[in-house]
């Protein structure tokens, strides 16, 4: 994006945004309001509805009325997917304003932001549209005297919490397939990256969408989230976002109506570089990227770094410099290579992981404080922490901030143990010039993604989802439907 334009954008007031229910734009029940912070700098951008658990049944019955009387599903989906289309375009006619309102909101540098979020949603989005009058039954391949067909029917009011990394590419991550399928939504973002998920379905309305079609309500997650997940009106689950808040999402549906709940929620992915990686520069290059980029606020982020020892001091020498080199600061500056951590709470959840380390007597070989402190923003130095054990909390849990730990390895069989030695299993990376290697590595690291060669690349044609305590169901691709269509049969006597 074109820095006066960022700049003429980014000075633009805010004005207060209100939760978007049954088509309309509305207050908190009882008119509270919470406010939104920039981390860019401290500043108060607006104030946010802080949503009552009266607002998130009202939000719901809108959305099973929506669905009940057919006004959506019982469309033609040639005339969903123009609806879906048309939010695509709209969304992308206001890219640039989007993305610049995004980053105030979450502090994601623009560089990336503005690819990866307005851009990136309506890509998606545009893709499940397309294939709204792509899906098909089948007929069973049964015995002759008996007809055996299988439906696909939208499952129903789907529930959608996102965080507040990515809000619109996630977001659209369930929102495309779950709209496509025919289903109605109940959208909860995150409370520090609501802004462009309410214009979207301000958009969204727009665009022709029926009203109570999807709804959007802001507030506390343990409010209207918890709100969401104990509903009996709610069919279906879909959550980006802690393990911890997973865990409640799952106890939720246990005590209401068992809800199906599909999860992403993170992890602690191995980047494992062997001393017969391509390009050392290249991999130290794309390796900071993957950690450090958003400030590590990635759920596939490469936070554990495997080094072969052969390698070792070369390639952590290679890192740190690439560390020192990314430009940390204003995120809407187009130079900037990392932009702000998204609140306080972060940055604090960030440097207590640091302390830790330090206390037990780790190396932190760059990084380690926050910076900028003067701006009033929440910044922090790309960290890289060393001479750690297998153990450590650092290790272990997803601190989801700009913090990478290196380990070494001597064997390939030493790299999958020390990989797959964690709870989660999302993403990995593999570094290596030996095509065999390559292939025994995806086939033995527990993970839902294992890049070669890169890290982090992505597109809406291949699903992401983790195994073990990552999650379970996919976004994106053509799989994700299944999340949102149930099969019905029926069996006909010929
Ligand atoms: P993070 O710690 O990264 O913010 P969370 O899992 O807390 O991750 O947040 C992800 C989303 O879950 C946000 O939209 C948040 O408001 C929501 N959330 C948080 N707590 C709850 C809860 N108890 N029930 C439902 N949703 C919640």
Avoid at 383 to 391: A, G, H, K, S
Wanted: glycine residues 10%.
């Amino acid at each position: 994006m074109d820095k006066s334009r960022i700049d003429t954008l980014r000075h633009q007031p805010v004005p207060d945004a209100k939760h978007v229910i049954n088509g309309a734009r509305v207050d908190a029940s009882d008119g509270r309001t919470m406010p939104v912070i920039s981390p860019i700098d401290g500043s108060t951008l607006t104030t946010l509805p802080k949503g009552t658990r009266e607002d998130a049944d009202r939000a719901v019955a809108a959305a099973r009325l929506a669905f009940d009387d057919g006004r959506w599903s019982g469309l033609a989906p040639a005339a969903r997917k123009k609806i879906l289309l048309k939010w695509a375009d709209l969304i992308e006619a206001q890219a640039e304003e989007l993305a610049v309102l995004g980053v105030r909101d979450n502090g994601t540098e623009i560089g990336m932001a503005y690819k990866a979020e307005p851009l990136s949603a309506a890509g998606t989005i545009r893709y499940f549209a397309e294939a709204t009058d792509k899906i098909f039954g089948e007929i069973a391949p049964t015995a002759p005297g008996a007809l055996g067909l299988v439906h696909k029917h939208p499952v129903g009011v789907v529930g959608a919490i996102v965080p507040w990394n990515f809000p619109m590419m996630i977001g659209s991550w369930k929102l495309g397939p779950a709209l496509a399928a025919g289903c109605t939504v109940v959208l909860k973002p995150a409370e520090t990256a609501s802004l462009t998920l309410l214009r979207l379905a301000e958009l969204a309305l727009e665009a022709g969408l029926p009203p109570g079609v999807l709804n959007v309500v802001t507030g506390e997650g343990a409010v209207i989230g918890a709100a969401i997940a104990e509903s009996n009106e709610v069919d279906v689950l879909v959550f980006t976002g802690s393990g911890a808040t997973g865990r409640r999402l799952l106890e939720a549906s246990a005590r209401s109506n068992l809800k199906r709940v599909y999860l992403e929620l993170g992890g602690k992915s191995p980047n494992i570089v062997f001393a017969d990686v391509p390009d050392l520069d290249e991999a130290a290059k794309i390796s900071a990227a993957g950690i450090f980029r958003n400030s590590g606020q990635v759920c596939i982020a490469g936070s554990r770094l495997l080094v072969q020892r052969e390698i070792y001091d070369v390639f952590v020498d290679k890192l740190v410099a690439q560390a020192k080199a990314m430009q940390i600061g204003d995120p809407l500056d187009p130079m900037t290579n990392a932009g702000a951590v998204n609140s306080e709470r972060q940055l604090a959840q960030n440097l207590a992981f640091i302390d830790e380390a330090r206390a037990a007597g780790r190396t932190i070989a760059t990084g380690g404080n926050r910076i900028l402190q003067e701006t009033g923003g929440t910044y922090m130095a790309p960290t890289i922490v060393t001479d750690v054990q297998p153990d450590d909390r650092i290790v272990r849990e997803e601190v989801f901030g700009p913090v990478l730990t290196v380990q070494v390895f001597d064997t390939e069989a030493e790299a999958v143990a020390l990989a797959n030695d964690t709870e989660t299993g999302l993403a990995a990376g593999v570094w290596t010039s030996n095509l065999s290697r390559a292939h025994r590595m995806i086939a033995a690291i527990e993970a839902g993604v294992v890049h070669v060669n890169t890290y982090g690349g992505a597109d809406v044609t291949v699903p992401l989802g983790g195994v073990k305590q990552s999650g379970n169901g996919h976004d994106k691709s053509l799989h994700a439907f299944d999340k949102y269509l149930n099969l019905k049969t029926a069996w006909i006597k010929l």
